[in-house]
């Protein structure tokens, strides 16, 4: 897959630094969307939905006051992981406020990529899907995600 066209000359790497659970969070992902490569969160390492929308809301509005301070040099999209799997209780909830605040890119875990494709698209987000094999990259291909981890 290439690089979708609206990364394309936001990111000073293609890269997206990983959301690694109990450790990333808003802090972190400023840090690295300042310096130009994609900065991720677990949705889940947000406790509740309301602290989720919290830092969703954080991180909207500190990357807006960068863009604002230098727009020749507009930081780099943010993404959230969102463990999409019956096991997780919070997923569709976490991915309504994920389409209310315009989460620029959703990582996908564990299923479900389709509907998170439709909802995210609905705004011009993008969908990357967390894959452990061909099997699993060949139906995120087929339910239309932008990248494949």
């Known amino acids: 897959m290439a690089l979708p ?3 394309k ?3 000073s790497l293609p890269l997206v630094a990983a959301p690694m659970f ?3 969070g808003p802090e972190l992902a400023l840090a690295c969307c300042k310096q130009g490569i994609v900065g991720s969160f677990p949705a889940l390492n947000q406790r509740t939905s309301e602290g989720f929308e919290q830092w969703l809301i954080q991180m909207n509005n500190e990357l807006e006051a960068l863009r604002d301070a230098d727009p020749d040099h507009p930081p780099a999209p943010y993404a959230v992981n969102l ?4 096991t ?3 997923w569709q909830a ?3 406020l994920c389409v ?3 989460v620029p890119i959703i990582i996908t875990s564990l299923g479900a990529a389709s509907q998170v494709v439709d909802a995210a698209h609905s705004y011009g987000g993008l969908v990357f899907h967390d894959v452990t094999n061909q099997k699993h990259a060949r139906k995120a291909a087929e339910a239309g ?3 494949i981890i």
């Open 100 to 102: 209310k605040h315009r």
């Open 88 to 90: 997780n209780p919070r």
């Open 9 to 11: 000359n936001r990111l």
């Open 5 to 7: 066209d609206s990364l």
């Open 94 to 96: 976490d991915l309504e």
């Open 145 to 147: 995600v932008d990248g």
């Open 83 to 86: 463990i999409v799997h019956r």
């Open 22 to 24: 109990l450790i990333s």
